[in-house]
């Protein structure tokens, strides 16, 4: 699901095609198992970040996951500059796959490794991937520079025990960085920052992309810290995208009745109006509009009717309250 916009580049850096995941039930279970990503597409250009937002539990992780190869898809396309990734490297990713796509992850406290310093966490990615030892040091005393740790000289010999939680998540983006790659997934990396420390992070990544043309895909439920970081945002419920559109457009006006309920329940009791019942489970969808039942702007067609995508002031949403888009 693509929004209007600009002609972006030809060939994009990162291209799915239809990603398809879920998860069976378990043997005690019942129902027909969690949808984690349903015909999941979209695009990420070169020095492009694109946030995939949802609520906890609509698929976000998942479609991460599947796009590190720690999670393999059921069906669709991973493709990377052009390279049909699931179809050259069927089993596990390579070691090149795995330099040119990086992870930062959301807990700076369980993402390094308590029994070894900082610098260590930044040589192993360099000698793995075949730096000689003669620049080791130097490349991790510039990649702590890179980070905002500056003095190096002071954080390399540190454990990670003596850092902050910033200066961890500083630590991780550029064990991430060590082997300069062309993505980086970055997976709600402030959610457990304090406030007063996540500006600096969020600065950092959007320095990085400008800097290196850094490709940027954010993982994140906060539609505040997408909109200062991301191009556009990607709205996703129950493995679905329900919205696609540049950043600005879709907080400012957002289109689809899910995406204003996110946009309420960070407004607070005031917007109670636009909050929508409970969550489901996120087992396989009825007939109709998987929001449906949730929806405080539900027609009688949503009951019936899947909506496909259409065309919507420059935004792709999946609403019935949009006429379909012109074939």
Known sequence: MTAAGPAPAATPLLELRGLRKTFAAGRFARGAGACAARDVAFRLDRGEC????????????????????LEP???????????????????????????????????PYGS??????????LERPLRRHGAGAAGVHARV??????????PPGDYVDRWPHELSGG??????IARALAVDPELLVADEPTSMLDVSIRMGVLNLLA?????????????????????YLADRIL?????????????????????????RALLAAIAGPRAAPHAPTAAPRNDAPAAGCPFAPRCTERLAVCDTSDPGPRDHAGVAVRCHLYPERAR
């Open 167 to 172: 200066q961890r998540q500083r630590v991780a």
């Open 112 to 121: 390094l490794n308590p029994m070894h310093r900082v610098g260590h966490h």
């Open 235 to 259: 709205v996703l419920y129950r493995g679905r995208l329900v919205e696609d559109g540049p950043a600005e457009r879709v907080v400012s006006a957002p289109a689809h009745p899910y995406t």
């Open 141 to 150: 005393l510039e990649l702590l520079r890179t980070v905002g740790l500056d």
């Open 73 to 107: 898809p059921d069906g669709g396309e991973i493709r990377l500059a052009g390279d049909d990734v699931l179809a050259s490297e069927p089993r596990r990713a390579s070691l090149r796959y795995r330099r040119r796509v990086q992870m930062v992850f959301q807990d």
């Open 50 to 69: 694109v946030a995939l937002v949802g609520e906890s539990g609509s698929g976000k992780s998942t479609i991460a996951r599947m796009l590190l190869r």
């Open 207 to 227: 320095r990085l992309k400008c800097e290196r043309r850094l490709a940027i895909l954010l993982i994140t439920h906060d539609l505040a810290s997408a909109r």
